[in-house]
């Protein structure tokens, strides 16, 4: 019987030894897996010939402290104008240091511009928290802010981008400030950014957070502008990398 065993445990592992290499040469022959895009990354289509793009906010949007073709619309622009080497972009900005969503709405009412823009941006409410004004004006100004930029965008939600409010209590300009009160700052940003962002959801308008960024700015002195206040080229092209896929997507719509 020993024998007669020892032929069938022979038998059996040979079947075995035969099934794993014929697994080895199957998986040497597949093809390698492609790799995966990263989720952020927007495939390249064509747009149209001509785009207009119409920035609305404060300093933020202005660019105070730094250089013209350093602010953020202009570094979207031409980061665009490379991607689309075919399109035209106009640019044109609504914006200047100091202004709080009142003065903003008033600038857009002067200055009447045409509703027939194909990217609107908003960036506003800074100022609104730095002159401590009531919560409740925000609250009013920024929906009628928001309707108006839609409008501005041919009506359609979708080419309205809105920004974070970025956090000055991480720049050198409020270091000195207590803890308390650069606690204060964050926390009622936050609540202007959480208001925007709740409102941008009803209105199926693209909102995207870059205040993070603006968290850097104690650490990465190279965040912050020479002004020690404003962000600086390299935090708008932060920014601009972080908009990128949702204005390609609202573009190639």
Known sequence: MKPHFKQIV?????????SCSAEQSDSGNAAAPQPTPPATEVPTTPIS??????ALGDSYTIGQSVCETCRYPEQLKTKLKTIYPETVFSLKVIARTGWATGDLISAINSQNPDSNYDLVTLLIGVNNQYQHQDFSVYEKEFPQLLNKAIALAKGDSKNVIVLSIPDYSYTPFAANYSE??????????????????SFCITKKVTFISITDITKQGLN???????????????AYRMFVERMLPKVKMALQD
Not at 49 to 54: G, H, V, W
Not at 184 to 194: G, H, L, P, R, V
């Open 10 to 18: 022979i038998v059996i592992l040979s079947i075995f030894l035969l």
């Open 49 to 54: 010939t001509a785009i207009n793009y119409l």
């Open 180 to 197: 308390s009160n650069r606690m204060k700052i964050s926390n009622e940003i936050n609540q202007y950014n959480t208001f925007a962002e």
């Open 220 to 234: 990465n002195p190279s965040l912050v502008a020479s002004d020690g206040l404003h962000p600086s080229e390299n």
